[in-house]
């Protein structure tokens, strides 16, 4: 049975820790997590005047990394993380006269890559790189006049494939493929003359299966096999 804590709300990431425990980041609730050997739930929210806590409820993506960090992309408060020893949590964001930060608050997407990097991508601040080694970032930003460049700074979900690209996908700027090799982009989009064309510019989700094909789940028009 639903559990009522979980009653009409909006689950945006879910993933397992090294210890087998369960967390789940919601757009309005904050942050759950369960531990499946008694089912005890503990929810994490927002506490204005607490400097340990997490920074905003609505939490739009989760993703925990090879050393065990937990990084949580907010809704216009930057990005989360939690090292367990520290057992409190910090926050990265923008700092609009840095530009070794983030290019925007509002994150909807983190990943961590082989090299154990980070890729930000955001809602209107295009991409971001953060280097694990040197705490540098690498900024994307799209270009109409570059057609190797990002195809739209509002990025929605973000993967690595076994090759070690990085695809993009974006509201209604299509699919980008970002090769570290070239540093270039290659960009996919909707043609409607085009039957082989992706199906929508509007990209949800993305993953690899066994045999290397690619799936791009779209917003409005189904499913694509690359």
Known sequence: ALNPLFSNTQVTGLDQDAEGKIWITTDGKGL??????????????????????ISS??????????????????????VDFYKKNVRKFRLIRNYPTDYN???????????????GDLWIGTNGGGLDHLNAKTGNYTHFRSDPSNHHSLSSNHVVTLFEDS??????GTYRGGLSCYDPDTKRFSVYRYD???????SDNSIWGICEDKNHNLWFASLTNGLNLF
């Open 163 to 168: 090759s070690g690209k990085i695809w993009i």
């Open 192 to 198: 409607a003359s085009d039957s082989t064309s992706i």
């Open 57 to 78: 409820d609505g939490l739009l993506s989760l993703h925990i990394d090879k050393s065990g960090i937990t990084w949580l992309g907010t809704a216009k408060k930057g």
């Open 32 to 53: 759950f997590i369960i531990n499946k050997q008694d089912f005890k739930i503990i929810n994490l929210s927002n506490k204005p005047y607490a400097d340990d806590g």
């Open 101 to 115: 930060s983030l290019t925007n608050n509002d994150v909807n997407a983190v990943i961590e890559d082989k090299k």
